[in-house]
């Protein structure tokens, strides 16, 4: 704790000396949680944007950008009070060791199966009931005075969750003038295991908890999907979105087909995985006509998966009713990827991790304005 202390005054008197405000980046005590200090770190641009982050599940809990008449908001469903930050599992967090979902809680690797615990119905979700979303990482603030980061690092034990080997992982978020979020990972291992990492931020451009998301313009780089069976597993095989609710190749608003009949049902919701376009550069790209607000989304990641709260029909009848919802449909997750229950679909892109041959990936959340 003594030398994270030193590095970040450290950061404020460089900060100082070179005419620049000390406020690029603070650090404040929240309280303890199982005898480990919770900590917020604010990182503010040259323009005044803000990003707020926790070492409790590496989340993020706060961006706050302008509208088009400038006015600053909060655009993520995170909150900056400790018991608010705990009782909230995945929102903002960073997800380990696996993202998304492990068919029937088991997966074998090199002829060895290994059982892990169920907390999606007969599935694993997100690492796990004691996933990565639910620890205290250590964390470093950097001395770069231009663009904030904070890096935050785990050591997770071999079987933990029931997956082998002793995993380090790190995740460090960059907050810089362009109003990006780079959020950079890495992770080794002692024995082979399989990773997969995200973060589960979750975002409404008209400002967190105001209103529905399905009024979004979205636009998704993606021409396929992985179709799932009734727990959200993939079926194995690969289809083009084309004709589907998950056709987002050219923009509509979120809630375009909400409502109407697919595959046999009434299609309620998104928690799907998007097979990315490997072509594009920028993977998603969201617009709020309301308040001007883009945010735009890269990865390297070969999947997303979106997510918007659920699949019931609460949002279609606040419509109907003529009013809009602020605690359901109220935002909008986008969870770079590789493809749920990998490890268990030879066929998809590996997550197989090796000692020796690190994990590295990247995904950025660009925010502007567009006039009217």
């Given amino acids: 704790m003594k030398k994270v202390i030193f590095i970040a005054?450290?950061?404020l008197i460089s900060s100082v000396t070179l005419g620049q405000t000390p406020e690029t980046i603070k650090k404040?005590?929240?309280?303890e949680h199982n005898g480990s200090d919770i900590y917020l770190f604010t990182l503010t641009n040259k323009e005044g944007n803000v990003l707020r982050l926790t070492n409790y599940g590496a989340k993020i809990v706060g961006i706050e950008v302008p509208d088009r008449n400038g006015n600053r908001?909060?655009?993520?469903?995170?909150?900056?009070?400790l018991q608010n930050i705990l009782?909230?599992?995945?929102?903002?967090?960073?997800?380990?060791?696996f993202a998304n979902r492990i068919a029937n809680a088991k997966f074998t690797l090199d002829g060895v199966e290994y059982n892990l615990p169920k907390n999606n119905g007969p599935n694993t979700s997100h690492g796990g009931p004691n996933g990565w979303f639910s620890k205290v990482w250590d964390f470093e603030m950097t001395e770069n005075i231009k663009d904030p980061s904070v890096k935050f690092t785990i050591v997770s034990p071999d079987m933990d969750e029931g997956f082998p080997g002793e995993v380090t992982a790190s995740v460090n978020f960059t907050w810089n003038d362009n109003n990006e979020v780079i959020i950079d990972y890495l992770a080794t291992t002692d024995k082979k295991t399989v990773i997969n990492l995200t973060n589960h931020v979750y975002f409404n451009l008209h400002g967190a908890r105001n209103g529905y998301i399905y009024d979004h313009i979205l636009t998704i780089n993606a021409s396929n999907y992985t179709p799932m069976d009734e727990t959200l597993i993939p079926l194995g095989n690969i289809r083009p979105v084309k004709g589907t609710p998950l056709d987002f190749t050219s923009p509509h608003q979120i809630g375009y087909k909400i409502g109407e009949t697919f595959e046999g049902e009434v299609f309620r919701g998104y928690d799907d995985n998007f097979v990315l376009d490997k072509n594009a550069e920028v993977a998603v790209t969201v617009y709020d006509s309301e308040s001007g607000r883009v945010l735009e989304m890269m990865t390297d990641q070969?999947?997303?998966?979106?997510?918007?709260?659920?699949?019931?029909?609460?949002?279609?009848?606040?419509v109907e009713s003529g009013e809009k919802s602020t605690n359901v449909r109220s935002a909008?997750?986008?969870?770079?990827?590789?493809?749920?229950?990998?490890?268990?679909?030879?066929?998809f892109p590996s997550t197989v991790l090796s000692p020796g041959e690190p994990f590295k990936s990247q995904t950025i959340y660009r925010f502007s304005v567009k006039e009217e």
Avoid: C
């Fill in 73 to 81: 908001k909060n655009i993520t469903t995170g909150s900056v009070e």
């Fill in 332 to 347: 909008l997750a986008l969870e770079t990827q590789h493809y749920p229950n990998s490890p268990n679909q030879p066929e």
């Fill in 302 to 318: 070969p999947g997303m998966q979106m997510y918007t709260q659920g699949r019931g029909m609460a949002w279609k009848e606040s």
């Fill in 28 to 31: 404040e005590l929240l309280g």
């Fill in 9 to 11: 005054v450290t950061f």
């Fill in 87 to 97: 009782r909230d599992a995945f929102g903002g967090a960073t997800i380990g060791r």
